[in-house]
């Protein structure tokens, strides 16, 4: 089946620690993006990635990092540097980095103590 | 930059009844309005999308109303259903800008009881 892949569903990290958050797609798509959801907000940009080898930052940049090595991977590291990392992160792609349309996966629940 | 105000943040309706969540945006050049759905623990679904060039667009039990002049658009869901209940986000951009350009409003709770 084709889709978006998020893993692992929950995750529970010490403060103070790096942890990476895994996005897999097998749509083609050549853009993806990190968003993070918080209580009664929105959605708010992390990272995108429109070509692989390439990624901006969106509007809550700090405190995270991302790599795109692959078209089908875009893996994001929360770091010790983020102040309040617990939150639902989303990740997303889309056909061509001009497209308005995306698919989400279905998220990472990161729960730090 | 845009702006989308969402209302309300929780709506509660009885099974059959209709639920109405409405949303404004700031950009007079938005021209895509998309609606999700998310469930709990899940990603958000795209389940309907309207453009500027029209007014109104239904798909079975939803439909989506857009007045431009006003900057504001409707999400309605008819005959709702247990099922229904979920998180509703609407969204606006300027079509063919790349998804990032997507701004979110933030959410309306509905509840359908039976």
């Known amino acids: 089946d084709g889709g978006i892949t998020q893993s692992p569903k929950y995750l529970f990290r010490k403060e103070g620690q790096n942890v990476t958050l895994s996005c897999e797609q097998n749509l083609n798509h050549d853009a993806m993006y990190w968003y993070r959801q918080d209580p009664g907000q929105g959605l708010r940009l992390i990272y995108y990635s429109q070509i692989v080898n390439d990624f901006q930052k969106g509007d809550i940049a700090e405190g995270y990092s991302v790599s795109r090595e692959k078209k089908e991977s875009f893996p994001l590291t929360v770091t010790s540097a983020q102040k309040n990392p617990t939150a639902f992160y989303l990740c997303a792609s889309s056909i061509g980095k001009l497209n308005t349309e995306a698919f989400f996966g279905q998220g990472t629940r990161l729960t730090v103590v | 930059g845009e702006n989308v105000e969402q209302h309300p943040s929780t709506l509660s309706v009885q099974e059959g009844d209709s639920a109405v969540i409405k949303c404004t945006y700031s950009?007079?050049?938005?021209?895509?309005f998309p609606w999700y759905k998310q469930e709990l623990g899940k990603g958000p679904q795209l389940i309907i999308d309207i453009r500027s060039n029209v007014g109104e667009k239904k798909d079975q039990r939803i439909a989506v109303t857009l007045n431009k002049t006003a900057k504001h658009f409707s999400l309605h869901i008819t005959e709702t259903q247990p099922e229904d209940s979920a998180v509703y986000f609407c969204a606006a951009s300027r079509e063919n800008t790349g998804f990032q350009k997507l701004v979110f409003g933030t959410g309306t709770r509905l509840l359908v009881s039976p």
């Open positions: 950009d007079s050049a938005s021209n895509y």
